[in-house]
């Protein structure tokens, strides 16, 4: 990564994820979201099978990048997935090694539960060399996200030098200040925009857009890589 693009002024890419309704799909892509996520995971409140995901894929907008969740789910069920949703982005959380992660032709984020535990940017990279980039969870090691728990903005790696995604916890009354706080290149959100598990509140959506914007416009933020 060159200099200019460490202090290029960049936006907060936003995604939702965990959607089980197509209305909802529509209804991010109009609020001009970066990505939104589909979790097959089995262990998710919010999993889906791979007949409601085509449903989903239609009513994606276009430019929206559409990702993929999965932990520890056997290969023959990630390629069922990804033969129904056609995603343009992976997501492991589990024990997933870059092997793995790579086997499906599609660039990956490896998602990390980093409650509780110190890790550096040396070894994510060594672990998961071939990772577009990683989605940072507040959960300990070994659990399902979504369950809402914050990051220590103190176990962020300062030497992550990929993009990455902040997730736990986050709504639309904290977010502003989280960006200002650790400056992460996107943020991921499920539970914080929800009336349910997988059930999106339209009015929360817009709330959690705008305050992103918001913190981007105020001159406070410059979104970093590492």
Not at 6 to 16: E, H, Q, V
Not at 17 to 45: K, N, Q, W
Not at 180 to 187: D, I, S
Not at 193 to 205: F, R, S, T, W
Request: some cysteine.
């Amino acid at each position: 990564m060159n200099d200019l693009a460490r202090a290029a002024p960049l936006r907060t890419r936003i995604k939702f994820c965990g959607f089980t309704r197509p209305g909802d799909v529509r209804l991010a892509g109009e609020l001009g979201v970066d990505a939104v996520g589909v979790i097959f995971a089995a262990r998710s409140r919010r999993r889906v099978d791979p007949a409601l995901a085509s449903a989903l894929r239609a009513a994606l907008a276009p430019m929206v990048e559409l990702v993929a969740l999965f932990m520890d789910n056997p290969e023959a069920e990630v390629r069922a997935a990804i033969a129904q949703l056609r995603p343009t982005l992976l997501q492991f959380h589990g024990s997933e090694d870059d092997a793995f992660c790579r086997r499906f032709g599609l660039p990956y984020f490896k998602g990390l539960g980093l409650g509780g535990t110190a890790v550096d940017g040396a070894t994510l990279r060594a672990r998961w060399p071939h990772a577009a980039g990683f989605v940072l969870d507040g959960h300990a090691p070994g659990q399902p996200g979504g369950s809402g728990q914050r990051l220590d903005a103190a176990a962020i790696p300062a030497d992550l030098d990929r993009p990455w995604l902040l997730a736990g916890g986050l709504d639309p009354d904290n977010v502003a200040d989280v960006i200002r706080a650790a400056r992460p290149w996107g943020v991921d959100v499920a539970g914080g925009i929800e009336l349910a598990p997988g059930i999106k509140d339209g009015a929360q959506m817009r709330r959690f857009v705008q305050a992103v914007r918001e913190a981007d416009c105020d001159g406070q933020t410059t979104p970093r890589i590492g």
